[in-house]
């Protein structure tokens, strides 16, 4: 492995409790809002706190669905919580809701016009012919009870705020660790009634996607992934190099061979792995990585020569049939030759494929790799130790 000795001496330095992970988390978006989304255009925002640091996003569109898509990077511990807290910015649409919500002033009731004195003495009495009673004015009906309007200023709070949703780390570590995990938490907010009092309810829920990354002590901070891309693109690349692309037999001149030597070869991602038939081990490799070029020797033959080689140049190796070669810097070669056309068009195609288009392997994707094979291998070791016991 290119970094065996370089894993050995970071292996070396763990310390449990030492060092810590990074947890990276992507708002994707808000889903399934259920609230009145108004006409013209409303600014929403997503301010992430872990109980230090505020972070907001870039203002989105409010919808029902809204895109938002932003990463923010944060350290494990132990007690890892953050909160999501949904924003509405308060333009003039949205201040004249929250003014619509406001009742009007219940009308002033008129009081009864006062009855007209009458004169007083015997003259009153005689001119005066008996008069009923004024009837009393019947009270106004009472107003009908005010209706709010629903409207988005309805699920605000002073500050624009309009729901919020609690993410506690730990819940979710050991699904996002060192790998995709895509989850969705639902957005508590309120509404106010009628009664003047806000009613807690849930209004939709908010979609992330979050990586763990575990501790890698000592990796440089540069050397690590800057973003969950980047996570998921080097553990994308880690795998391919693991994966056995071809094998078949070519016979081999240059290298660590000084004279034609039959080989069983395999392709393992970069590396080009010659195996003991017997033994079936490894016994050398190639790092395709080097290569600059692969050359059919047909072609060579065929067409000309450029002006600063010679066909002395390959000791009369272009003259071998179904034979071709790779090109390393500093005019290195080695040279192969297959059994047959068709093994030799294949090799010939996995070797075009591979050669100036090998994705990197980070270090750090290396180390998380090896650390999954261990972890891998522990249950099958417990589980055949158990079964041996005295007999």
Not at 228 to 243: F, M, N
Not at 246 to 274: K, P, S, Y
Request: net charge positive; glycine share 6%.
């Amino acid at each position: 492995n290119e970094y065996s000795k370089q894993i050995k001496e970071y292996r070396s330095m763990e310390k449990p409790g030492k060092a810590h992970g990074k947890v990276f988390v992507r708002v994707v978006g808000v889903r399934g809002l259920q609230v009145p989304i108004p006409q013209q255009a409303t600014a929403l925002t997503c301010t992430l706190n872990n109980g230090i640091h505020f972070v907001t996003t870039p203002e989105t569109r409010l919808s029902r669905d809204s895109r938002i898509d932003q990463e923010f990077e944060l350290i494990e511990h132990n007690k890892l919580e953050f909160t999501l807290t949904l924003k509405v910015r308060r333009d003039a649409h949205i201040t004249a809701q929250s003014q619509a919500l406001v009742p009007p002033p219940a009308p002033r009731v008129q009081p009864p016009a006062a009855a007209p004195k009458s004169r007083g003495g015997m003259l009153s009495f005689f001119q005066s012919s008996p008069k009923k009673q004024p009837r009393a004015t019947p009270p106004p009906p009472p107003a009908p009870p005010y209706k709010l309007p629903d409207n988005l200023a309805r699920y605000l709070k002073q500050d624009g705020t309009l729901a919020r949703a609690l993410i506690s780390f730990k819940d979710v570590a050991a699904r996002c660790d060192t790998r995709l995990f895509e989850t969705s938490y639902p957005l508590i907010g309120q509404r106010i009634e009628a009664s003047g009092g806000p009613t807690t309810m849930e209004l939709g829920e908010i979609v992330l996607q979050m990586f763990r990354l575990p501790p890698l002590p000592g990796v440089l901070s540069n050397q690590l992934p800057q973003s969950l891309e980047d996570c998921h693109r080097g553990l994308r690349h880690v795998a391919w190099h693991k994966v056995t692309y071809f094998e078949g037999t070519l016979t081999q001149h240059g290298g660590d061979c000084m004279t034609w030597r039959r080989r069983r070869l395999r392709v393992i991602g970069a590396n080009l792995v010659a195996f003991n038939d017997v033994t079936k081990k490894a016994t050398a490799t190639i790092n395709l990585k080097k290569a600059i070029a692969v050359e059919d020797n047909q072609d060579t033959r065929t067409d000309a020569l450029s002006p600063a080689r010679s066909v002395n140049d390959y000791d009369g190796m272009i003259t071998v049939e179904r034979s071709f070669r790779l090109v390393f810097p500093g005019n290195q070669e080695i040279f192969f030759f297959a059994d047959t056309d068709d093994e030799k068009a294949k090799w010939l195609d996995v070797f075009r494929a591979l050669v100036g288009h090998i994705p990197p392997n980070p270090l750090w994707a290396e180390l998380i790799w090896q650390r999954q094979q261990d972890m891998a291998k522990q249950p099958s070791t417990q589980m055949s130790s158990s079964k041996i016991g005295p007999r």
